[in-house]
């Protein structure tokens, strides 16, 4: 919730975390984070991020591409989209438990080509650090030429799937994100 401070962040666990990547593979496979870590040589990536409320931010992203992951996992031909979800933990973080519009956990869709685009990274850093909580910790997705509410965080499952997965603004606000 916005108007939650940064401050409650802390109380989300990052250690252990597992991210599981299912679904129209022929390698399902679950990873542990510091493997994720060691998967593909992390790079920095300068990029615009963008809100639809208006604002943009210049971020020097930590991270490499989502292709890597999902070349490894070898994607089968009925894969057409890929869900995130995020980490759905309300005892560590409030604003899950049931107030506010948003149906959790925190649901985000990609075309496989947007997925498997150079550009589309997960991140696990930022300005030469690693992610913080308040900033998606510990592995979040950032497509550049999409708006920053496109950007899971806390990922914990990728599922690639045939049908274009319902995310949480298109349940949401159906009339503003279709």
Not at 29 to 42: R, V, Y
Request: hydrophobic content about 40%; some cysteine.
């Amino acid at each position: 919730d916005k108007s939650d401070p940064a401050a409650n962040a802390h109380t989300l666990v990052t250690r252990p975390w597992t991210v599981a990547v299912e679904g129209e593979v022929m390698k399902p496979k679950t990873f542990d984070i510091d493997e994720l870590l060691k998967l593909a040589p992390l790079e920095e990536r300068v990029y615009r991020f963008r809100c639809v409320e208006a604002w943009s931010m210049v971020v020097p992203w930590v991270g490499f591409p989502v292709g890597d992951l999902l070349k490894m996992v070898e994607p089968k031909a009925e894969a057409k989209f890929v869900q995130f979800t995020s980490v759905m933990r309300p005892e560590e973080m409030p604003g899950q438990n049931g107030r506010g519009f948003i149906e959790w956990p925190y649901v985000e869709g990609l075309r496989i080509d947007e997925a498997m685009n150079p550009l589309a990274i997960f991140a696990t850093g930022m300005y030469g650090k690693p992610l913080v909580p308040a900033n998606g910790a510990p592995f979040r997705l950032i497509v550049p030429w999409k708006y920053g509410f496109k950007s899971g965080k806390g990922i914990v499952k990728i599922e690639l799937t045939d049908t274009m997965p319902q995310s949480t603004w298109m349940k949401a606000a159906p009339n503003e994100y279709g």
